[in-house]
């Protein structure tokens, strides 16, 4: 078990260009979130897969976020237009729906628009 | 929606003192999750908290519930400098929804 894996891990982008992260949960995890994290905050959720479905988003999720999870285990999550305001970083957990309750939360991928 | 708060928002305490981080939460939450992050590292989980009067033990950590207090603690016995980290409570509404929501979190320096 490897563990919940982000890529890239750092990413440096000019405002206005789109980026994308990728998050391979921990093998057997249906369940997958996607949080941001700014410096001195705590985590704020995103979105929610449980399997492929996409069942949860956050209001405070503008239409340049997209998420994806196509065949229920990895998941993508893109970034159109970046924006200053969206420099942080980027948290993806998985966890398993019937076995423990334990959501494990990926190294995270720090995002920087300049 | 739930609000989760955390106190004190910053703790420097000295090695081998006990203290204790308040998670106070503002409506019915079906679980409390405790989490540690290092600097610039991702979050690593400490307790999951499922029923009233639940308590868990870990080492020189130690969590408990209270549901009907809305109330969580995270309590450090004899610290030590390993454990300087910031430590986060989350929790989630009952039903309707999959968002865990974070406290603000406790920024914890043990001096040596």
């Known amino acids: 078990d490897t563990g919940v894996s982000q890529d890239p891990r750092h990413k440096i982008t000019k405002r206005g260009q789109n980026v994308t992260f990728r998050c391979d949960p921990i093998?057997?995890?249906?369940?997958l979130y996607w949080y941001r994290q700014t410096l001195g905050q705590g985590p704020e959720f995103l979105t929610y897969?449980?399997?492929?479905?996409?069942?949860?988003k956050s209001r405070l999720l503008s239409d340049r976020f997209s998420a994806e999870r196509p065949k229920g285990s990895f998941s993508t999550l893109e970034i159109q237009r970046t924006e200053q305001g969206d420099s942080a970083m980027y948290l993806c957990a998985s966890s398993h729906q019937w076995v423990g309750n334990t959501i494990y939360f990926g190294e995270g991928s720090w995002l920087t628009v300049v | 929606e739930l609000k989760v708060e955390q106190n004190p928002l910053f703790l420097s305490m000295q090695e081998g003192k006990n203290y204790t981080i308040y998670c106070n939460y503002s409506t019915t939450s079906d679980r409390l999750y405790w989490y540690r992050q290092d600097p610039g590292k991702s979050l690593e989980s400490l307790f999951v908290l499922l029923s009233n009067g639940a308590v868990k033990q870990e080492g020189r950590l130690m969590a408990s519930l209270d549901t009907k207090a809305r109330l969580s603690t995270l309590h450090i016995t004899a610290a030590v400098h390993d454990l300087s980290a910031t430590y986060f409570c989350?929790?989630?509404?009952?039903?309707?929804?999959?968002?865990?929501?974070f406290g603000t979190g406790t920024r914890l320096k043990v001096l040596a």
């Open positions: 989350a929790g989630k509404l009952t039903s309707g929804t999959y968002k865990y929501i």
């Open positions: 897969f449980q399997n492929e479905a996409q069942l949860e």
């Open positions: 093998s057997e995890h249906n369940r």
